[in-house]
């Protein structure tokens, strides 16, 4: 039972990726890759346009969830996607604006259908981070 919950939840993770890429696809963005992923953690999409390279976290919940996508994103968290953004940016040499945004994505409980995004760019702000990595 506890292994169909858990695919259940997985699949609705992928489908928010998926509506978030398709998002961004809109706004002009390229994706350029999804589940990255380092020792420290992993962004769930990284996508760039002529200015920025956005890493974004998504959260996908449905509307009956006892809590809010953006809820679940804590301090901790934060700093461990810092931490795997700063080190995308080393290894690829990256020399676009990085901006770090988030996304909640609600879906239908039944078939993980879009019902809405909340999209917030430049959700942390990682100005004076001075953790080594």
């Not at 695919?7 to 994706?31: M, T």
């Not at 679940?72 to 934060?78: H, R």
């Amino acid at each position: 039972m506890k292994s169909d919950r858990n695919f259940s939840i997985r699949q609705r993770g992928k489908s928010g990726e998926k509506y978030v890429c398709d998002y961004l696809e809109k706004r002009g963005y390229k994706i350029v890759k999804t589940n990255y992923s380092s020792r420290y953690g992993e962004v769930d999409i990284i996508a760039e346009n002529d200015k920025f390279i956005v890493f974004t976290e998504v959260k996908t919940r449905t509307e009956n969830s006892f809590s809010a996508g953006f809820e679940s994103i804590t301090t901790g968290k934060i700093k461990k996607f810092i931490k795997t953004a700063v080190t995308y940016l080393v290894k690829f040499n990256i020399a676009k604006q990085p901006r770090i945004d988030c996304a909640q994505v609600i879906v239908n409980e039944d078939d993980n259908s879009l019902k809405r995004i909340d999209y917030l760019e430049n959700a942390v702000d990682a100005t004076g981070f001075s953790e080594v990595i």
